[in-house]
């Protein structure tokens, strides 16, 4: 069975700092992994996904991510964190069926 | 181009009543899913669609739940006897998939808040 866990409930940053969240997955195969935001009474958005090919997933709003096998890791970065950047992020693996299962979201803020 | 839409933004009904929640898809897509986001978790999967059927409906959590997709567009997720803890976000999402597809990408919509009195 597939499963991901995000290791931070809630992240602080300040704006203009490095943003670091992370996510560990669990799979009987080689997953599918997104990760999607969720800012408040707005709908999940895609922010990138890992298919297999590269292991470093540019996504949008400057968001990157890196697949490690190794380490069982999708960690999703940013160099500098504005404070548009503030919401919910939710890390995600697909199952063969298609259908995704989400980790229990990590709350980013951004200080000023 | 418009995305996924869904009605009503907001339900509140009193326990015991039935409701329906609806989806309308981006159009062209043969996926559609639902999942259900209680207060601080993430979405968790209730039923897919292929078409007009029901692909997989192992997340619902009883026989109070039922969806349907009529034509191939539009579905709407039944609810009936609904309880109090029914209450949560409601999600929909399409996606362009023709046959199964774990890289398929899904589009949410904006959701149906549920409050069950």
């Known amino acids: 069975a597939q499963s991901v866990t995000q290791l931070d409930s809630h992240v602080s940053v300040s704006e203009g700092t490095p943003v670091l969240l992370r996510c560990n997955y669990s799979s009987s195969y080689s997953p599918s992994l997104f990760w999607y935001v969720q800012h408040p009474n707005k709908g999940l958005q895609l922010l990138l996904k890992?298919?297999?090919?590269?292991?470093l997933v540019k996504g949008i709003n400057g968001f990157e991510a890196e697949f490690k096998k190794s380490e069982t890791s999708f960690h999703l970065t940013k160099p500098s964190a504005h404070m548009s950047d503030a919401a919910e992020y939710f890390c995600?693996?697909?199952?063969?069926?298609?259908?995704?299962?989400f980790g229990q979201g990590t709350e980013l803020s951004v200080k000023p | 181009g418009a995305g996924v839409s869904q009605t009503p933004s907001n339900k509140v009904t009193e326990k015991g009543k039935y409701v329906e929640l609806r989806c309308d898809p981006i159009?062209?897509?043969?996926?559609l899913y639902w999942y259900r986001q209680s207060l601080g978790q993430g979405p968790e999967f209730l039923i897919y669609f292929q078409g007009t059927g029901a692909a997989d409906d192992s997340g619902l959590p009883n026989d109070r739940f039922f969806a349907v997709r009529p034509e191939g567009s539009v579905s709407t997720l039944k609810i009936q006897r609904t309880e109090r803890g029914d209450s949560a976000v409601y999600l929909c999402?399409?996606?362009?998939?023709?046959?199964?597809?774990?890289?398929?990408?899904?589009?949410f919509g904006p959701g149906t808040r549920l409050t069950v009195l």
């Open positions: 159009s062209g897509h043969t996926a």
């Open positions: 995600v693996v697909s199952d063969q069926g298609g259908k995704l299962i």
């Open positions: 890992y298919t297999s090919a590269a292991t």
């Open positions: 999402a399409s996606g362009r998939a023709q046959l199964v597809e774990s890289t398929d990408t899904q589009y």
